[in-house]
C-alpha cells in the first residue's frame, strides 16, 4: 500500500510567517500533488509536480509555492501566511499511468491568526 | 471547462436504506471517474473508480452508475449501514498528470 505522510497534523501560524509543508510518499509515484480542502468547495488542486523539479500550477496557485528536490518528497510553502490560507491541505501522489488512483496523506490542518 | 458538480450537499438514510450522490461533469476528456471516501481527521481514501467504457461497476454494497452522453455519474450505497456515515467526494480527471477535479462533497449520515 502507498504510504503518504505529512509532516504536521495540525499547525498555528501567525499572519506574514513563511510555512512549509512537507508530503513524503513511499512508493516511487511520479506525481505529487497539493490541494486545499475548504467546507462547501470540496478539493481544490494548488499544485503539483510530475517529476523531479517540475511543477505546474493548479486551480488556486496565489500566495502559494512548491519544491520536489527529491522524488518523494513534495513540499508546499506559504510565503507569507494570511488568515484566508487557514484550511486543510492534503497531500496526494499517483503514477503517471491514466486513470490511476492518487493517494491520499492524513492532511495538515492549518490556522493562521 | 473543469468543474464536477455533486449533490446533494448533504444526506439523511435509515440503516438499510439506499444512498445515492450524483454527479455531473463538463469535461468530456475526463477518462477516469472515481469516489472517495473521508471520515472526519482523515484523509480521502478511493473508495471505487470508473471509466468511460463501461455504464457500472459494483464492488460489494457501492455501485457506480456511468452515463455518458449525459455527463453524469452517480454512487449508490446499498443497505447502508452507521459505519458508511462520512463525506463522499465525486471526481474527474484525464491524461497522465491524473490532476483530479473534485466535486464539492456530500456529508452522509447513516441512522441506526
Known amino acids: 500500500d502507498v504510504k503518504v505522510t505529512q509532516s504536521s497534523r495540525y499547525l498555528v501560524k501567525r499572519t506574514g510567517e513563511k510555512v512549509f509543508l512537507e508530503c513524503v510518499q513511499d512508493?516511487?509515484?511520479?506525481?505529487m500533488f497539493w490541494y486545499r480542502q475548504d467546507p462547501g468547495l470540496g478539493l481544490r488542486l494548488i499544485y503539483f509536480?510530475?517529476?523531479?523539479?517540475?511543477?505546474e500550477k493548479g486551480d488556486i496557485p496565489e500566495g502559494y509555492s512548491v519544491s520536489r528536490e527529491k522524488k518523494e518528497r513534495f513540499s508546499l510553502i506559504l510565503e507569507s501566511a494570511s488568515t484566508n490560507q487557514t484550511s486543510m491541505y492534503l497531500c496526494?501522489?499517483?503514477?503517471?499511468?491514466?486513470?490511476?488512483?492518487?493517494?491520499f496523506g492524513p492532511g495538515t490542518r492549518l490556522l493562521v491568526l | 471547462q473543469q468543474q464536477v458538480k455533486q449533490s446533494p450537499q448533504s444526506l439523511i438514510v435509515q440503516k438499510g436504506g439506499i444512498s445515492i450522490i450524483n454527479c455531473a461533469y463538463e469535461?468530456?476528456?475526463?477518462?477516469?471517474f472515481p469516489w472517495y471516501q473521508q471520515f472526519p481527521g482523515k484523509g480521502p481514501a478511493l473508495l471505487i473508480a470508473?471509466?468511460?467504457?463501461?455504464s457500472e461497476k459494483k464492488e460489494g454494497r457501492f455501485t457506480i452508475s456511468f452515463n455518458k452522453s449525459a455527463k453524469q455519474f452517480s454512487l449508490h450505497i446499498m443497505d447502508s449501514q452507521p459505519g458508511d456515515s462520512a463525506t463522499y467526494f465525486c471526481?474527474?480527471?484525464?491524461?497522465?498528470?491524473?490532476?483530479?477535479?473534485f466535486g464539492t462533497g456530500t456529508l452522509l449520515a447513516v441512522q441506526p
Open positions: 509536480s510530475y517529476d523531479v523539479k517540475m511543477k
Open positions: 469535461n468530456t476528456a475526463f477518462d477516469y
Open positions: 471526481a474527474g480527471s484525464g491524461g497522465a498528470t491524473n490532476k483530479l477535479i
Open positions: 470508473i471509466r468511460p467504457d463501461v
Open positions: 496526494a501522489s499517483s503514477l503517471t499511468i491514466p486513470g490511476t488512483r492518487s493517494d
Open positions: 512508493m516511487d509515484h511520479e506525481n
